[in-house]
């Protein structure tokens, strides 16, 4: 009698377990899930500049709203020895300051405009294409 009374807690305490374990690979997968969906950033597009600059822009989540957020870095593409900097970082839950476009006005300077018609110019380095100054509004 006693010896089917351990088989029967072993029974429940590897029952409990393998709830247990499974409770946390759910709870587990989607947090990641969740974590993935706000960090993630997608691609929207690049704007070519003099060889071999180019700036590469992305948009992600802002937190848990609705707003966006656009990312800015200038590449400099260089095969294996390709390098990229942040140029600017414009988050769209002031409407004014929304990202509008960029454009190159020169073989080293770059300038951003928002939605209002606020422009940011931004000076690289001719060397090596590293932007001296960055753009940030609400990021």
Do not use: H
Not at 67 to 75: A, E, K, P, T
Not at 100 to 109: A, C, H, I, L, R
Not at 121 to 136: E, H, I, W, Y
């Amino acid at each position: 009698m006693a010896l089917a009374a351990v088989g029967l807690r072993w029974m429940w305490l590897r029952v409990v377990i393998v709830l247990l374990a499974g409770l946390g690979a759910s709870v587990a997968l989607f947090g990641g899930l969740l974590a993935i969906g706000f960090s993630s950033a997608e691609e929207v597009g690049f704007v070519d500049g003099p060889p071999p600059y180019r700036i590469r822009l992305q948009r992600s989540m802002a937190g848990l709203g609705p707003d966006m957020v656009i990312s800015l870095s200038v590449r400099n593409d260089g095969g294996l020895l390709s390098r990229e900097w942040d140029l600017g970082c414009f988050n769209d839950d002031v409407p004014d300051d929304t990202f509008d476009s960029v454009k190159w006005t020169g073989p080293s300077s770059v300038e951003i405009r928002v939605a209002d018609g606020r422009t940011f110019p931004v000076a690289l380095d001719p060397d090596s294409g590293r932007p001296q100054t960055t753009a940030t509004l609400n990021c």
